[in-house]
């Protein structure tokens, strides 16, 4: 029985063979008649031109050339004559440059496709040899025929005679694309190297016949051996190689207390990919070796899901490969990567549009992977997500100073720094070691001798090492130095914020030690103005970027010390010391500070801590918060006077009204409610005042759109949404919260009550925006302006009504006395007079016909109100003041028609 399968066994390791013999005999007859056509083409077109002319038609070709398949790598052709060949080219090294800036690729990958498509049968039959060597091991494992050594010796003889055969047949038969025997010493020599690493991987993790590092030594020979055969054979046995190799630890099988020695032989693979396209330039080896290097080492992590250790070694694997992917193409201890980046390939304009080199594109890709690994090896574990931190740190520094020799790498940069402010910002990766620290407090609760915890300052250290490197960056010559040094500016303020805000780091350390941080920041933010002012002269736009992060890290240390207005007015602060720099030092970079601080103080004053600490803080502290801030951005308008800077003027001018209508709203709410409160009686003045203050928010986004740009669809969509707000409070106000219909109570004497902020306000609110935003659609505005004159007249009637009737009896089930109906008589004729003196002093026939409006208003309400509702005198007197004030004001709109037609020309 055992005959059998032994029989059975060769069968299957022959049947390959002879696929590939007979495959190979047909290729060779394909291949003859392929030349013998091409040779009779040669000697049609070496004929002389007037043989060719003579003739009416061409001479007919034998009836096989048409049906006979060819090759895509024929035989060479017959030697043509000089006079033909005289022009072609001499054939390149097969070695080139060894620079990593010649290197082409994307279309690296598509000939690997061509390739394949037209020589699958050498794929399938490479695959079909290394599985036999494979199952060779397994067949010895089941069956018990061979000890464990014996079986190991098989599969290395094996693996050494399908090289040995290789090599016989390339030194006999050659393996070029021309010859006969083309790719198959490729086919043995790869299926022989996949046996030899089976053997080796069997005798380590199957039968523990050697120790990790004899292993491991012997699997590096065995990629150091492939790498010579792979430049000598060529691109099949290097995939070969590469895809055998890393499928050999899966295929053999068995369990392994330490498995992350494995990581190790991956590496070596991916590294002996990357040395034959480094030797051949093979581009798409490069791309095979770090995908399956990647793909291999998180199957291999996803197999133990449970072993921290190799977690861990998995995440210093990932950025290992990069390194690897940056370096060996470079062959040299830094890359030198030249071109385009890839964020300026994908910034550039079609006349400027190339293509980034093939190692750039390389290193992007793997670039993201590892990242995305990182943040992954973070979920497992306190110690892992250290590891994760600590690499994207060093990973960043590298890139950061790798990028002056390859200009190509400096937008790469970005990711690893990234990677870490997420590590430390996004509560979805810190979760670990958040509960890591939070542990670690708790186990000293109770204890006499307390320790501050170093993660924060360590954490805040690595950011600001990376802004460290940032600010070297843009100190040496290259491209965007102000990009690197706004770089700089920002990573550890960032990463400031997010201790501060994520993990709480001033309940953990205490208030003082870490506005200690956040003072230390800045002064380091100093010293790098100082310097970067001493290098550029007259041009200080680096300094200035460091001086305003100096002075955001000054603003927070006051925040983290102080209260909720100091931040305020530090920000506040920050924003007049922009438009100073600019004034001074002539700086128009510094209208984008302008708009990110007037950003920042728009959610501090409306949001966090907002409007609603306003309403409960005390009354000075407000008045500091918002009254400091409408000072400082007055004064930053007035800085801004110098230059011509019409973006920074839009910014400051639409804050400054949102803001100065905040101030008022609130300064009244304080004033109102220290002297009646704040009851269920009391919501039509309160609805009011913060229906105000959100008109004025929205009218300040509607100011903003005469800006243009792309960010005017977000700030048309902010002025919707806030003034849907903003009417949801005066629709309340003048419904709900209508003394006419509800139980209100007025406070206030005649025209000096609650009823101000309530009505009055928002319509004075509306009606100024509509005015001052000359550039909205004329529909817009009037849309703006006629809510606002509604509001105005229901000021008006409520007013007259609490003239008559008192704040207590404002309701309509008090009836209307014949005084207070004629009052509204007179204030609508007065109100018609007033628009017809308006519209004659602005010239204006809008004006003109509102007052007609209001007059036909007045003229309704006595023909059908008070004939109905005055008797005696009272009903007589208000006809007779209807009758005289139309007569007047009829003679009045004539004049003015009159004064608006120019006069006939004589």
Known sequence: MEAIFVLLGLVVLALPVAVIVLIIAHVRLRRQVAALSRSVADLYEAAPPSTTQSQPKSPARPANT??????????????????????????????????????????????????MRDNWFYVIAAVSLALAGIFLVQYGIETGLLTPTMRVIAALAFGAALIAAGEAIRRRFGDDAASATAY???VLSGAGLVSLMGGVLAA???YDLVAPGPALGALFAIALFGLLLGWRHGPLLAAVGLIGGMAAPFLVGGQSENPEWLLLYFGLLTALGLGIDTLRRWAWVSALSVTLGFATGLLLQLSAPGDEALMASFAGYVVVLVLLALLIPSRALAPDHSGLGIVETVAATAETLRK????????????????????????YSATTWQLSVGLATGLAILLILWSRGAPALQDQAA?????????????????????????????????????????????????????????????????????????????????????DFVWDARALLGAWPWALHALALAALMVAQAARFARVDGAVRLRAALFTVSALACLAFALTVLLTEAALTLALAAVVVSAAAL?????????????????????????????????????????????????????????????????????????AAWSVAGMTVSLVLYHVIEAHIGHGQKDVHWFLGLYGTIWIGIALAQLERLMLGGPMRWLRAALAVVFGLVALGNILTAVSLGNPLFEEQVVHGVIGLNTLIPAYLLPALALILGAWRLGHLPRWLRIGIGLPGGALALLWLGLTIRHAWQGGLDMHTINGISDGELYSYTVALLLAGAGLFYQALARRSDA????????????????????????????RVFSFLLLGLSLAGLAWFNRWVQTRATPDPEP
């Open 184 to 186: 198959l010493p490729s």
């Open 415 to 499: 990711l690893p720094a990234l990677t870490l402010l997420a590590l430390i910002a996004l509560p979805e990766l810190n979760a670990a070691g958040r509960a890591a620290l939070d542990a670690r407090l708790a186990a000293q609760e109770g204890l006499t001798e307390q320790h501050l915890p170093f993660d924060l300052s360590l954490l805040l250290l690595a950011a600001t090492l990376v802004g460290l490197a940032s600010a070297w960056r843009s100190l040496k010559p290259g491209r965007y130095p102000a990009v690197w040094a706004a770089a700089a500016a920002l990573i550890a303020p960032l990463a400031g914020l997010a201790l």
């Open 66 to 115: 048409a049906s006979a398949p060819v090759s895509e790598k024929p035989f060479a052709p017959p030697p043509k004559p000089a006079a033909q060949t005289a022009h072609v080219t001499p054939k390149a090294s097969p070695v080139s440059p060894p620079t990593a800036s010649r290197r082409t690729g994307p279309s690296a990958l598509k000939t690997l496709g061509v390739w």
């Open 847 to 874: 004006l003109r016909r509102a007052g007609v409006a209001v007059i036909a208003l007045a003229v309704a309400k006595v023909f059908l109100i008070d004939i109905s509702g005055l008797a005696g005198l009272v």
């Open 582 to 654: 600019d004034r001074r030092f002539d700086l128009p970079q510094m209208t984008g500070f302008i708009a990110a601080g007037i950003l920042a103080l728009g959610y501090r004053l409306v949001f966090d801590p907002g409007l609603d600490w306003a309403t409960d803080a005390p009354v000075l502290e407000m008045l500091a918060a918002y009254g400091g801030t409408l000072a400082a951005l007055l004064a930053a308008l007035w800085l801004c006077t110098l230059r011509p800077r019409p973006r920074a003027r839009v910014f400051l001018e639409s």
């Open 356 to 379: 980034p080199i093939f190692p750039v594109i390389l290193s992007g890709a793997l670039l993201v992977a590892c990242c995305a690994a990182l943040g992954y090896a973070a979920l």
């Open 204 to 206: 380590r993790l199957l």
